[in-house]
């Protein structure tokens, strides 16, 4: 069977920095198109805008508006092959309707009614969960099982075998990122199905990653070698929240912070070479001691974020939303991000950074908004 390509549409302009709308110039991008071939200096400015200019939308989405619907689809969609994972994502308003948070990061969330197992599979795809609220899901990570609990962050390798077991009688909800969107575009996924049942339903207190990798600043000297991800299954929330106190806490007895006064910030990093624990996702935890207001940044690649607790406000460009524990919202590339604290904010966010910085591409600028006139 032949392929027959569609002609593509050059439109002929009037413009100043247009050459001269003449029958012969129509001729010509006729010509173009029958062929298949589009001038440079029709697109140049889409295709070379002076700075990013991304689809994206600043949004938000409110948890307390998300978590009902979650708890719905719990009682009406199983969770076994079909459904495969109980997940509703979150679909940028400017994305055309694709379950796409940004151009290159997903983020959706996930529900576990008691008893249920989430079968297991493999995808090249990147991932994590991040736990707000809840407990008592085990995460089974290439026959790893994981405790899940709040505040915890579980990163997760692709093509890892990886199924979710509830071991409760109550459901849990949580928070998944990954790079879906950015491989999509590459044309690099694979996905492959593994058995229909979790294949290791015990429940242990500390997961084997834990017991090898989880003690801060030791590395085992019987697993060397670096890996292109994080072998650590786990970041529990005691060490995140002890780590964030000290940093205020130093800075109130007189210890200069690097970053705006009243905000503390840690990044989840690879034990085994302290870059990112993913090769294309970045993750990071930001508490803001009350009153504090940071700079506005503006950063090549795109941000989600979840306000773990707290309340504040964000602003987005020229969007503004008071934030709650919960929400979240989306950052696009090169949209300034403000953040407000109220009484206390806490953050959980994460990016496509480490693909920009690896391909020598990130920029981040910070802004006064009174120049900007916001």
Known sequence: MTM???????????????????????????????????????????LMPAHPRSKALPHLWRWQDLLPLAAQAGELVPVGRGGERRAIAL????????????????????????GEDAPVHRHTQNAFRFVVEGEGVWTVVNGDAVAMRRGDFLPQAGWAWHGHHNATDAPMAWIDGLDIPFQYALDATFFEFGPDAVDNLETPDRSRSERLWGHPGLRPLTHLGPTPATPLLVYRWEHTDKALADQLALEKEGVAATVEPGHAAVRYTNPTDGRDVMPTLRTEFHRLAPGTETTAVSEVGSTVAQVFDGTGEVVVGDRTWTVERGDLFVVPSWQPLTLRSEHGLDLFRFSDTPV???LHLHRRQETDRQETGR
């Open 4 to 46: 027959t390509a569609s002609p593509v549409k050059i439109a002929a302009s009037d413009a100043a920095d247009q050459p001269t709308r003449t029958p012969e110039l129509d001729a010509l991008y006729r010509g173009f198109e029958s062929e298949l071939l589009v001038p440079l200096w029709t697109e140049i400015g889409d």
């Open 91 to 114: 679909a940028n308003p400017g994305l055309g309707g694709r379950p796409f948070a940004t151009p290159t990061l997903w983020a959706a969330i996930q529900y576990l009614n008691p």
């Open 356 to 358: 920009f910085e690896n």
